[in-house]
């Protein structure tokens, strides 16, 4: 390579960046504005031209950043938890799951869009074949591995009743939670965080 070769491959470089940090921009205000259709419509009976409609851009455009409609409703969800997990993480370690995660619940049940997105999905990917079940099995096993790791230290705090398999009470929380979700996607009345108070207080010492 001559160095006039090398010139141009390095003043080739700084316009590809440009153009990739442009397009990770665009397609985060694409995750904004799917977030926001999808929290007032839903999102099951909307096709990818529909939801390119709502946000004001071509389903081509929509195709061309993420792929399918699965993947675009991913893409959402991952967001959202990326954007939750710092102040999450920040309130586990101060205060320990026990006390924590009943108002780590109040806090989620302002985000019912959210919810309703991941309960949704939960739900159509069961099967292996479905363009989310990756996505939704690394969510489940990450939420369940994170709880049992919180368990650990608040077993090693002295906090945790004797005898208790931590395995099992972290999938037994995991569930609780998952379906406590769904009773209150179904009736807002449900006290999801003293469902969760009650259970802490019987794994409490």
Do not use: C
């Not at 998952?178 to 009650?198: K, N, P, Q, S």
Request: proline residues 2%.
């Amino acid at each position: 390579m001559t160095a006039t070769d090398k010139g141009d491959t390095d003043a080739a470089t700084p316009p590809r960046r440009a153009s990739y940090a442009n397009g990770e921009r665009r397609r985060t205000e694409l995750v904004e504005a799917a977030f926001r259709v999808f929290s007032e419509r839903g999102f099951q009976s909307l096709s990818i031209r529909q939801i390119a409609q709502a946000i004001g851009v071509s389903h081509s455009l929509l195709l061309h950043h993420f792929g399918s409609r699965e993947a675009l409703i991913e893409a959402v969800l991952e967001s959202r938890f990326e954007r939750q997990a710092p102040d999450r993480e920040t309130l586990l370690e101060e205060r320990g799951l026990l006390d924590a995660l009943p108002d780590l619940m109040r806090q989620n049940l302002e985000l019912r869009g959210l919810i309703r997105l991941d309960a949704t999905l939960r739900a159509e990917a069961v099967d292996a074949d479905h363009p989310g079940h990756a996505h939704i099995a690394r969510h489940r096993h990450n939420f369940f591995a994170d709880v049992l790791a919180h368990l650990a230290v608040e077993q090693r705090r002295g906090r945790l009743r004797d005898g208790l398999d931590l395995a099992t009470t972290a999938q037994q929380l995991t569930a609780l939670v998952e379906g406590l979700e769904i009773a209150w996607l179904y009736d807002d009345t449900v006290d999801v965080a003293a469902h969760v108070e009650a259970f802490v207080a019987l794994i409490r010492r």
